[in-house]
């Protein structure tokens, strides 16, 4: 037994060295094996620079109980004790893994393996690795062979004698001896498979790039032929057989445990393709049907076993094609596409521990540096390295990216890949989470040499670096292009124009030269202004080009910062509000309304910011009214008045359709997640309640001017069809009916020439020409259609609905609501109209059928000449029409005794169906889904084009744009169509059945 004194001596100098459990380390440091150099203080020094010296106690003490004879012990203390760099060696892989540990204590004469300490030992290729498998004649024995090897791998590792990219690299030839033992193996095994056919391995992903990890699987694409005389179909299946074996005897678990997996599934169709096929097979299919992502991850490409020419003529016939990925449409959306998928992917309680495929983490780096590759790579042979800071060093010489902002992505780099290795040595565990556990934490910190307050240091570093490469998109990809066109003296080296043309048309710019001036004179120049805008356009130009048409974003936003640059809000604005300026991005490329709306009135930009978070939120009709009533009374005249109100309907059709753009585009803070049928009812609502404000400043502002305060007739206007459903849409008309009533006393004649004089006031007032989007009012829903009079006392109404209303005149009023004027009027024009829309004996099968009939005949006489009628969002199958009159038919039947159908809002009157049981749930859902699609796609068509439209744009950037709003990303325009078909054929086919009785 050790005495008191002496305990607590060591005690205490074991928790200076950094022992963390001091109690444990004593009886290890007393047990008979360490008996010898118990007080020796240069084992204890060695053990307090490892990672975690605990474990490293207690890896030596296990590797001592495990030799042979009591000699072999003594053999191994004794050069441990004497021989300084095996010392660190062993004890620097016993402190950093537990896994190499363990095998250490079932070969204990594995040590050996790291006494070696020379120059040519000190960086071994795949020749020293095959020469150190080259005993391993079965799956067993390759293990142990692996596990040696990568023990000096390891020890070179943690002492420093290697950087992080060497390892990497020696990593990386260790798994191409192994492949090619393995494929040894196979051959041995199968000598007739052999002679039938040539074989080669290419290897992918990390292990082409030569920057392998501890634990990774090993991405391979085989290649085979057969050889002279030998069938082909034969030779495939023979060298699917040999394939097939080499990956079991790399990835099969044994009593040895596994190496790694070998994974072939970035093959040609992936998992549902042939394991092998021939060269001409390969080349056949990245013709002709790759994706882009193929074309990126052959950058790797690498043949590194079997039959090394057949992978030399694989790499040399496909490269081209590689090198011309990016001149394929939507190649850089779809890289981005796919970046945003693996992030999306994430758990999302391990997405701040992701150190390899979060944001800020290793894969921001790969996918920045070979999609500059991918660009750039075509005219510059410098650029093709599979290896990732090899590649990032070229760029940078080229000028591509700057070399200050090289550097950093460089060290940041190599310290998060530095944090991955240190992960997975410990248990040889393939994982990219930073651990939890504080312990784990402390051990992974000392390993990277951080010993002062190992855990917080560690965060603190991975959070700096993180944060770099969190910006790597803008410093890598778009800032560049700044200092190609603004003439910066940063003392970097500048993009050439030939390669901002080139990135920019890689980008999506049809028109590069035109992007460039725009770049230039925002840019350009030492003024406050150009600063900032250096600053936010890095941003805002992968914002644009997230677009359908990043061209008009980047144009747009000029014009917007020309108008609008002096104004000291403006860039302080973009700059300090966090979501302001993707906002912008959002709405000045999404389509023609919102940037034609914005530059009448560019001070609703500030309507972007993230204020309160409400700046984008419609405001309601009685808060527009107030401010458009305002106007009209500060203004002099009836014109003024209304040039006040359409200024503020400018403004709030932008915010509508700003906050309809960013919901359906999403953020990077908040992706998509907006409910369809909730946009449409925002727009609707917003709309709606907006030309109902407009409508009555009109009317104010009218009988001012011409009565004063007190007009001798009372007036209301009553909203039809969409209007009164609060479903109108950017480019709807206003349906209207106008109704008087004449004040006591006054004259019948009087009061009518008064209301005339109204509503032709209003008309002309609205009609007159403008920049501003037009409001139409349409009165052809009156009493006698355009040969009736513009506008009726209620007692004429009256008259006319009990004596010739027609059947289509009472569906017409299901959508009537009062919307200005007089409220107690309209009140009581909706009490004498309900009888008529809500019959009580419901309808009889005579006006069922005029009803089908009116149907018919609109849909044959107002469809237009030469449109896809499946792609007619108002007369198509299962289009508005469609759905509209189904619900309508409804109403007209079941009103009168269901209260929920007396509403002139289709979806409500569609729940309310659905509650009272006249529609099954799955129904319901098909119609509404059906009408909700429908309207989105007229409201797309609007905001694209700048004009409504019944069907979907012929052009392709408009196609697309239209796409993008409704969520289908670049390349999936075709699938937004065969989306809707569908849709109105699964509607259609519930309207036959409801509407048309089967």
Known sequence: MTAPGRRSSTFTRLLRHGFTDPAAAERLLDSPELAAVRDDPVLLEALGATADPDLALLGLVRLLEAQPAPTARRELLDTVIAAKPLRDRLLGVLGASAALGDHLARHPSDWHALVMYEPRDLHPGVEEFERGLADATDPVSLRVAYRRCLLSIAARDVCGTTDIAETAAELADLATATLRAALAIARAAAPEDAALCRLAVIAMGKCGGHELNYVSDVDVIFVGEAVEGADETKALRAATRLASHMMRVCSETTVEGSIWPVDANLRPEGRNGPLVRTLSSHLAYYQRWAKTWEFQALLKAQPVAGDIELGEAYVAALEPLVWKAAERDNFVPDVQKM?????????????????????????????????????????????????????????????????????????????????????????????????????????????????????????????????????????????????????????????????????????????????????????????????????????????????????????????????????????????????????????????????????RAPEAVALLGDGDGDGLAPRGRAALEQEILAGVRRADGAAQAVTAARGVRRRELFRTAAADIVASYGTEAQPVEADQGALVDLVGGAVSDLTAATLAGTLRAVVRDGWGDTLPTRFAIIGMGRFGGHELGYGSDADVLFVHEPCEGVDEREAADAAGKVVSEMRRLLQISSADPPLLIDADLRPEGKSGPLVRTLKSYEAYYRRWSLVWEAQALLRAEPVAGDEELGRRFVELIDPLRYPAAGLGEDAVREIRRLKARMESERLPRGTDPKLHTKLGPGGLSDVEWTVQLLQMRHGARVEGLRTTRTRAALAAARTAGLLSEGDTAILDEAWVLATRVRNAVMLVRGRAGDTFPSGARELGAVGRYLGYGPGHVGDMLDDYRRSGRRARAVVDELFYGG
């Open 339 to 599: 970046r945003r998928r693996v992030v999306e992917n994430i758990p999302v309680a391990e997405i701040e521990r992701e150190l390899k495929l979060g944001p800020g983490g290793l894969r921001d780096v790969e996918f920045a540096v070979q999609l500059l590759q991918l660009v750039h790579g075509r005219s510059d042979v410098s650029l093709r390295s599979g290896t990732t800071l090899n590649a990032l060093q070229a760029l940078a010489t080229g000028g591509y990216v700057g070399r200050s902002d090289a550097v950093q992505l460089d060290d940041a780099y190599r310290f998060l890949r530095s944090m991955e290795h240190r992960i997975q040595l410990y248990r040889l565990r393939r994982t990219h989470l930073v651990p939890e556990d504080e312990a784990d934490q402390r051990r992974l910190g000392r390993s990277l040499g951080l010993r002062t307050e190992p855990v917080s240091a560690l965060n603190r570093e991975w959070k700096r670096h993180a944060g770099v490469v969190r910006r790597l998109h803008e410093k890598l990809f778009y800032r560049p292009l700044l200092d190609a066109v603004a003439q910066l003296a940063t003392g970097e080296v500048r993009l050439s124009p030939e390669a901002a043309r080139e990135r920019l048309v890689a980008l999506g710019y049809a028109d590069p030269a035109a992007a460039l001036r725009h770049l230039e004179a925002l840019a350009s120049g030492v003024t406050r202004k150009a600063a900032i805008q250096r600053t936010l356009l890095p941003v805002l130009l992968g914002w644009f080009a997230d677009s359908a048409d990043p061209d008009a974003g980047l144009l747009n936003f000029r014009k917007v910062s020309d108008a609008l640059g002096k104004t000291p809000w403006y860039l302080r604005l973009l700059r300090d509000e966090g979501a302001a300026a993707e906002n912008l991005a959002r709405v000045l490329s999404a389509g023609r309304l919102a940037p034609d709306l914005l530059m």
